[in-house]
């Protein structure tokens, strides 16, 4: 019985492992560079050490031969990296933000050590490139997804903000799918995927299971020369999800939509159809370990009452006659390859499944 226990022990950590693996494909960043003194001259064997802000998570590399390190599979967010070597003045970088799938290299170039003292860099301001990674793409992050205005309250509509790229919905954005269409490719030309696994539907190629806003972190799109772990489509839209952190966070939210808000549909008699949503929900984040171990969770409901109003083509009673006279274009007759006289089928020339359907149209 223990070893069954133990099996199943090692089972669930093989599981665990499988999927932290799986969600670091696609949205991990790394922090990569070349460490100099003030003459150019490359510095080995410096300790670097890279801190996120909101988790606490710490990393640490050495510079080697040639200077150079590299640290992988960051998660996305605000990093402190520090840059140490004997004989010289610390380096630190305080706010380097990562986005998904960004390779940040950095080039921290430390003086000589007179006294005991640190440079800073604050921001953006320290020198870096993104020279790893040649995928050609856009970043919508948290504060947009969170502040500009979303009808579909569907994360995936902002894909708008990106040149040649737009979003397909229905009109009531009831749909949790989501199709991106842009770069003159179809709309089931686009992978999807959410902090590392697939998230694309097996009938139409749409993302599925896209969650509230709330849940999304940011979001890329690549549109051109982004590698193999991205997937086979041409078109890209790489999500990642939110996560604990060391402070408590939480939102309360309701999204109301009702049709005395909306206008008439130009070609209806009546006022507008009835139409009510309600979209409530709640998300909480924070430490269950500070530093080590986070929650995140996050839920809604969508009270929905929809009718809408459709307009469709169909045939006149005097088509259903043969009479197509007042249509611009001939009719053909496919036995001669001439126009009807005058556009006009004759009555035994109609086909009896016509004649059956004619009720239904009528």
């Known amino acids: 019985m223990k070893s069954v226990w133990c099996a ?4 669930g ?3 665990a492992l499988a999927v932290t693996t799986v969600a670091q494909v696609g949205t991990e960043t790394s922090i990569s560079g070349v460490i100099t003194d003030s ?4 510095v080995p064997g410096a300790s670097v050490a890279v801190v996120q802000l909101e988790t606490g998570l710490a990393r640490t590399a050495e510079s080697d031969t040639r200077g150079s390190f590299e640290i992988w599979a960051l998660p996305i967010g605000p990093y402190e990296v520090t840059v140490a070597a004997s004989g010289f003045n610390a380096w630190k970088a305080e706010r380097i933000v990562l986005t998904v799938g960004e390779r940040r290299r950095l080039f921290p170039m430390l003086s000589i050590s007179k006294l005991t ?4 860099v604050v921001g953006g301001a320290a020198e870096s490139l993104q020279t790893d990674n040649s995928a050609v793409q856009t970043v919508v992050q948290m504060h947009q997804i969170r502040e500009l205005p979303l009808r579909t309250r569907n994360p995936v509509a902002l894909v708008g903000l990106v040149p040649g790229m737009r979003f397909i919905t229905s009109d009531s954005g009831a749909e949790r799918n989501a199709y991106v269409q842009g770069l003159g490719a179809r709309s089931n030309a686009t992978g999807f995927q959410i902090d590392g696994a697939n998230a694309n539907s097996g009938m139409d190629e749409g993302a599925m299971g896209v969650s509230n806003v709330e849940t999304i972190a940011e979001f890329s ?3 051109s020369s982004f590698d193999a772990s991205s997937g086979r489509s041409p078109i890209q839209v790489v999500m990642a999800s939110r996560s604990g952190t060391n402070d408590i966070h939480g939102t309360v939210w309701e999204f109301f939509q009702d049709d005395a808000l909306n206008a008439r549909n130009a070609f209806a008699t009546e006022d507008p159809p009835e139409f009510e949503r309600h979209e409530v929900g709640a998300s909480l984040g924070g430490p269950i370990v500070r530093d080590r171990l986070f929650f995140f969770g996050s839920g809604q409901a969508r009270p929905l009452t929809d009718f809408r109003v459709y307009n469709q083509t169909v045939p006149t009673p005097s088509m259903f006659q043969g009479d197509f006279s007042h249509l611009g274009s001939p009719i053909i007759d ?4 001439e126009p009807f006289p005058g556009n006009r089928i004759p009555a035994d020339r109609i086909s009896p499944a016509s004649r059956f359907f004619e009720p239904h149209f009528l």
């Open 334 to 337: 496919p036995t001669t390859g």
């Open 117 to 120: 003292q640190e440079v800073t």
């Open 13 to 15: 950590m093989h599981l």
């Open 8 to 11: 199943l022990a090692c089972l």
């Open 39 to 42: 003459s150019g001259a490359v």
């Open 221 to 223: 799109v690549q549109t």
